[in-house]
């Protein structure tokens, strides 16, 4: 019965499937219904991953996309042959050195796991579930009644 599972390399932790999976989540949170949880579960595995030495913070890099067009930077964090960002800490800012812009010349080795099995593998590694229904945003609690227009002959008061 177990067989499948223990065959299967997408279900080992090892540091090679771990970032395999998170290169899967990362490339799909952009466009996820929920890529808040995606984005989490990434630094979550990222941070469990540098803790548990498996991984490694090589520096600083100017970020792409800084948010109010101010300069900021991420930590650049490599796990096996992945290179992967995340949000700073105070520390990192001391500890680690700014390696400056981004490379764009290096790419992530092409990664084929589906997503819901690096979710599942994710999930088991740093123990968080996924909220089946995440909570309404102020925009959908808003709801517009449609209201049928009236039409008054001409010269009719619309009072």
């Known amino acids: 019965m177990d067989d499948h599972n223990r065959l299967d390399p997408a279900t080992k932790q090892s540091t090679e499937n771990l970032a395999q999976a998170i290169y899967t989540i990362n490339r799909h949170a952009k466009t996820a219904p929920n890529p808040k949880f995606l984005y989490t579960l990434k630094k979550k595995a990222l941070i469990k991953l540098v803790f548990e030495g498996k991984a490694k913070k090589e520096g600083l890099h100017f970020s792409n996309n800084p948010k109010f067009s101010k300069q900021q930077s991420d930590v650049l964090v490599s796990a096996g042959d992945y290179y992967f960002h995340m949000p700073p800490t105070k520390d990192d800012f001391n500890q680690l050195p700014h390696l400056g812009s981004l490379n764009q010349t290096y790419r992530n080795p092409k990664a084929h796991m589906p997503l819901s099995k690096a979710k599942i593998l994710l999930q088991n590694y740093v123990g968080m579930k996924e909220d089946k229904h995440p909570p309404k945003t102020n925009q959908s609690k808003r709801t517009h009644t ?14």
């Open 146 to 159: 449609y209201e049928k227009p009236v039409f008054k002959k001409l010269g009719e008061s619309y009072r």
